[in-house]
């Protein structure tokens, strides 16, 4: 699972490259994964300066790959008294 997870976001990144970048050279890794009965998650990112990362689901009942694509906007610390 973790690697069809992995090939999914590669091939998504490899369509979605400016086409002058074709010979870009990215690593791509899971962050974190986690499955619950038949379901997987997986959370993924790459090498990439572009701020994205990637969350893909497996549904188990219905044998179907998900896959949303996210950009980091912003991190900020909330302190909590």
Do not use: P
């Not at 973790?2 to 091939?11: F, T």
């Not at 549904?59 to 694509?69: H, I, T, V």
């Amino acid at each position: 699972m973790r690697e069809k997870a992995v090939e999914i976001v590669k091939d998504y990144v490899e369509r979605h490259l400016d086409k002058s970048d074709q010979d870009l050279y990215f690593n791509v890794y899971v962050v974190w994964q986690c499955k619950i009965l038949q379901n997987w998650k997986f959370l993924i990112s790459t090498s990439l300066l572009d701020g994205m990362y990637y969350e893909v689901t497996y549904n188990g009942d219905k044998e179907e790959w998900y896959l949303d694509a996210y950009k980091k906007f912003d991190n900020v610390c909330i302190k909590v008294y």
